[in-house]
T-cell receptor
Framework: KAGVTQTPRYLIKTRGQQVTLSCSPI?????VSWYQQTPGQGLQFLFE???????NKGNFPGRFSGRQFSNSRSEMNVSTLELGDSALYLC?????????????FGSGTQLSVL | AQSVTQPDIHITVSEGASLELRCNYS??????LFWYVQSPGQGLQLLLK??????LVQGIKGFEAEFKRSQSSFNLRKPSVHWSDAAEYFC??????????????FGAGTRLAVHP
């Protein structure tokens, strides 16, 4: 079974631009979660999608948004990029998204905002 | 507020030595507890998890962790470290948090270096 795939692997943008990151979960997994990882803040939960609906969310501004398609693939969008948005963005999938489930992580998208 | 604390940012051990990584959590009910490992340039991989039952849980790669309710701790241990264990280790707590959302909260991580 293929693992969680995130594209692109690296991204360089300038302030004010917007960016879209993609995540393909493991086949059969219906829950996709997104995390932001930075050296200073560690891993911060962004949101979780299940069956094309946002089910859980963290404490990020509205500039961070996402969506999930019928095949469970998910995209995350960040608008009006700020320098502080530079981070590794990790996507994780699981079967049902239950809190006690094992998460399968992708290798992440490294976003640099200049 | 709910939180996860990993007091040690960096730990260095010699290959073959024993290892203990500390994790303390703050959560109102019995939490779901996890340890994940992240190798450089990679995503996170689950080492082990605790939900209920036996407080000593075994994981992959020879790791184990012990849940101690009285100390709100879930420390990770390995009796003999291998050079390939060098990585960053994250403790996490899963449950329903403020705002009514279910999510996983991660600690800041402990970076492990292994000397030959």
């Amino acid at each position: 079974k293929a693992g969680v795939t995130q594209t692109p692997r690296y991204l360089i943008k300038t302030r004010g631009q917007q960016v879209t990151l993609s995540c393909s979960p493991i086949s059969g997994h219906r829950s996709v979660s997104w995390y932001q990882q930075t050296p200073g803040q560690g891993l911060q939960f962004l949101f979780e999608y299940f069956s094309e609906t946002q089910r859980n969310k963290g404490n990020f501004p509205g500039r961070f948004s996402g969506r999930q398609f019928s095949n469970s693939r998910s995209e995350m969008n960040v608008s009006t990029l700020e320098l502080g948005d530079s981070a590794l963005y990790l996507c994780a999938s699981s079967l049902e998204g239950a809190t006690n489930e094992k998460l399968f992580f992708g290798s992440g998208t490294q976003l640099s905002v200049l | 507020a709910q939180s996860v604390t990993q007091p040690d940012i960096h730990i260095t051990v010699s290959e073959g030595a024993s290892l203990e990584l500390r994790c303390n959590y703050s959560y109102g009910a019995t939490p779901y507890l996890f340890w994940y490992v992240q190798s450089p340039g990679q995503g996170l991989q689950l080492l082990l998890k605790y939900f209920s039952g036996d407080t000593l849980v075994q994981g992959i790669k020879g790791f184990e962790a012990e849940f101690k309710r009285s100390q709100s701790s879930f420390n990770l241990r390995k009796p003999s470290v291998h050079w390939s264990d060098a990585a960053e280790y994250f403790c996490a707590v899963g449950g329903r948090f403020s705002g009514g959302y279910n999510k996983l909260i991660f600690g800041a991580g402990t970076r492990l270096a292994v000397h030959p």
